[in-house]
């Protein structure tokens, strides 16, 4: 019975250091973290997601993952204030940074749009 045991503990241990070893693998236990994500904005309209970028990013650059594909992107301040991104018309345009986990209010314009590429600040 001991050998038994002592045999099941040993053949643990070792699929355990092989895949932690190969954290890379396909079907690790310990896979490595995203680091970007995409999603589908379709139909078009309004579509509501968070940043999860780093902080302190200017609101075109955090949008840049829809390409031209909405017409503008509202923030809720926490004084109960909106703050608008028009892209191209800094005259309409009073958003500050992007933090990381904000929400975005965006209207989307084209019927097969989505956000590729998104920033997941570790």
């Excluded at 050998?3 to 070792?14: C, D, F, H, N, S």
């Excluded at 191209?88 to 209010?105: I, K, P, Q």
């Excluded at 084209?110 to 570790?122: F, K």
Aim: aromatic share 8%; charged share 15%; hydrophobic share 40%.
């Amino acid at each position: 019975m001991k050998g038994r045991v002592l045999t099941a503990a040993i053949g643990a241990a070792l699929v355990l250091s092989i895949t932690g070893a190969l954290p890379n693998a396909q079907g690790a236990v310990y896979p490595p973290p995203e680091t970007i994500r995409s999603f589908v904005l379709m139909p078009p309209g309004w579509h509501n997601f968070v940043w999860t970028g780093p902080s302190g990013t200017e609101p075109g650059t955090a949008l840049d993952c829809m390409g031209d594909d909405f017409a503008i992107a509202y923030r809720l301040q926490s004084n109960q204030r909106y703050e608008r991104y028009v892209p191209g018309r800094t005259d309409l345009s009073n958003m500050g940074a992007v933090d990381r986990y904000d929400s975005l209010l965006v209207l989307i314009t084209d019927s097969s749009a989505q956000c590729v590429g998104m920033p997941i600040d570790p």
